[in-house]
């Protein structure tokens, strides 16, 4: 696997996204990604936020595809009352 370094092709930008999808939305704008190791520091996997914005695309609209109906969640009320 080749050691691909990513390159910040766009302005930085601190903390003003109204939500994580607007922050990875942004960030799948350049060549930017993660990198993973192992144990042993060796480079596992290389992901760019182009390829996981495609992937959660692709994913939501399979989701979507099966027509799931909205349910009331059966788990424990977490709200603080």
């Given at each position: 696997?080749?050691?691909?370094?990513?390159?910040?092709?766009?302005?930085?930008?601190?903390a003003?996204?109204?939500?994580?999808?607007?922050?990875?939305?942004?960030?799948?704008?350049?060549?930017?990604?993660?990198?993973?190791?192992?144990?042993?520091?060796?480079?596992e996997?290389?992901?760019?936020?182009?390829?996981?914005?495609?992937?959660?695309?692709?994913?939501?609209?399979?989701?979507?595809?099966?027509?799931?109906?909205?349910?009331?969640?059966?788990?424990?009320?977490?709200?603080?009352?």
């Amino acid at each position: 696997m080749s050691n691909k370094i990513f390159t910040h092709s766009l302005p930085m930008r601190y903390a003003d996204f109204p939500t994580l999808v607007d922050a990875l939305d942004y960030a799948a704008l350049s060549s930017a990604g993660m990198n993973f190791y192992d144990r042993r520091c060796q480079l596992e996997d290389q992901l760019e936020y182009q390829t996981l914005k495609a992937r959660a695309e692709a994913g939501a609209k399979r989701l979507l595809s099966l027509n799931l109906k909205k349910r009331r969640s059966r788990g424990a009320d977490c709200r603080n009352e």
